[in-house]
Structures are given as structure tokens and as C-alpha cells.
């Protein structure tokens, strides 16, 4: 198993209400910072070769520092990012195509994950690398713990209600074969087309591709706005006892 990773790393954080334009995932929880608690996770796994960081370009120099001192030895490149999520994970895909020109070996799965998701487990990403090798492509998901429901025709009323058992809030890192990733960012950025996630592009794109479902809990989450450090803080005091 050789997996890839591309760490999503840009985002400016505007729910979290930071000033000037601070980065979320260098807020600190337990004394480092958000993205130091993702990377370490990566850099555990055993399927997982190589790491592409994109963040701003204000914040490189403070991965790398961050990736040398830490001993993350699997952090191949730290680049900047783009416009749009979107943009900056294919930037990491670039960069990784060009490695696989130089190199003449390509990774059997790429895994895209969100800077500030800090606490997927290795072990869980060993098995998303494996599910995705096994069915091209899988993604995360949980159970909606609330009922979903669409807003009407006129928006300020409520419309039909889904059926809860078939909804599952999707999360990262979402793994696919490579070549399939690949592709399907090349198509996006040819026609201009932008989605939320990865899994939407390979969707457009490879309609016929099946995307495994890998269920978890409801540890993962994303640090998004001030009510989540806390969060944060009570979620890394019980990882001791999740193994």
C-alpha cells in the first residue's frame, strides 16, 4: 500500500471570527497547533508515503519549520494554495503528478483531508487507503444526529423532510486511486467547475464509479467556529482511552 496525502491547509477561518486573517489551523489544542495534531496522524499511518501541505503562502515557512522539528519525515512538500479549496488541492496534485515524472512511480491511492480535522486516527486512514485501492474510490461519513430538512420553494419555510437513514454527513480524508483523482481535477479545472468536495468532482466526472462508504464516529471533527476548541480539548483528553 502506497498512499499519498494532500492536507488542505488555507482556509482563513472567517466563522471562527479571527483577526487578521489568522489561519484556524494554527489555533492550539493541548499546546500545538491544530495542524500539528493532523499531520502527526498521517505521518503514523503505515499505508501513507508522502504528505502535501497547501496553506498560505505566510505559512509556509512555518509548516516546514514546524515538519522538520516535529520529525515528520513523510512531509514531502508544503506549497501555497489557491483561491478555492478546490484550487489548492489541485495544486498539491500537480506537484504530485511531477514527482511522478521524475520518479516514474505513481502512488496506488491520494488522500484528501481537511487541515482542520485533527483527530482521524491513523489506523482509520489505513483503512480508507485500503477501501479506496480495493473499490477506486471511499469516502467518511456519520450519521446526521439531528433531522434534515430541505428549505421549501418560498425560503422561509421548511420543505419535505429526507429520510434520515439514507443521509450521512461526509467528512475527509476521502481516498481515491490515483489516476482517478488525477483525472478527474484535470477535468474540473478545464471546464471551470468547481464542488464542495473531491467525491462531487469524481461524481461529475466518473458517474460510473462506485464510492465506498467507510462509517465512523463522531470524533472527526472540523474545527470551524470558537464553540469547537473546547470541543477540541475534551475530544484529545479522551484519546487515550480510544485504543
Not at 505566510?58 to 479549496?85: C, D, H, P, W, Y
Not at 482517478?180 to 464542495?196: C, D, G, K, R
Request: charged share 20%; net charge negative.
Amino acid at each position: 500500500m502506497n498512499a499519498f496525502v494532500i492536507i488542505a491547509a488555507s482556509g482563513i477561518g472567517k466563522r471562527m471570527q479571527l483577526k487578521n486573517g489568522q489561519s484556524k489551523q494554527l489555533l492550539e489544542i493541548a499546546g500545538f497547533p491544530v495542524i500539528h495534531h493532523t499531520i502527526q496522524a498521517f505521518q503514523a499511518a503505515s499505508s501513507v508515503s508522502a504528505i502535501y501541505i497547501a496553506t498560505k503562502e505566510e505559512n509556509i515557512a512555518t509548516l516546514e519549520a514546524m515538519a522538520t522539528s516535529a520529525g515528520f519525515s513523510k512531509v514531502q512538500a508544503v506549497i501555497q494554495g489557491g483561491k478555492e479549496r478546490q484550487d489548492s488541492v489541485n495544486n498539491c496534485i500537480k506537484a504530485i503528478e511531477h514527482e511522478i515524472r521524475s520518479s516514474g512511480q505513481s502512488p496506488d491511492t491520494i488522500l484528501v483531508h481537511d487541515g482542520a480535522r485533527p483527530f482521524i486516527q491513523p489506523e482509520e486512514i489505513d483503512e480508507i487507503a485500503r477501501l479506496s485501492l480495493e473499490f477506486g474510490a471511499c469516502v467518511p461519513g456519520t450519521k446526521p444526529k439531528d433531522t434534515i430538512k430541505y428549505i421549501g420553494s418560498n425560503p422561509d419555510f421548511f420543505g419535505e423532510t429526507p429520510d434520515r437513514s439514507r443521509l450521512l454527513q461526509v467528512q475527509t480524508p476521502q481516498g481515491f486511486r490515483s489516476r482517478l483523482l488525477i483525472q478527474a481535477h484535470e477535468q474540473a479545472e478545464l471546464e471551470h467547475w468547481y464542488a464542495t468536495d473531491d467525491a462531487a468532482l469524481v461524481e461529475r466526472f466518473f458517474p460510473e464509479q462506485p464510492i465506498k462508504i467507510f462509517e465512523m464516529g463522531y470524533h472527526n471533527i472540523k474545527i470551524t467556529t470558537p464553540e469547537d476548541i473546547p470541543v477540541a480539548e475534551a475530544i484529545f483528553s479522551q484519546k487515550a482511552s480510544w485504543s
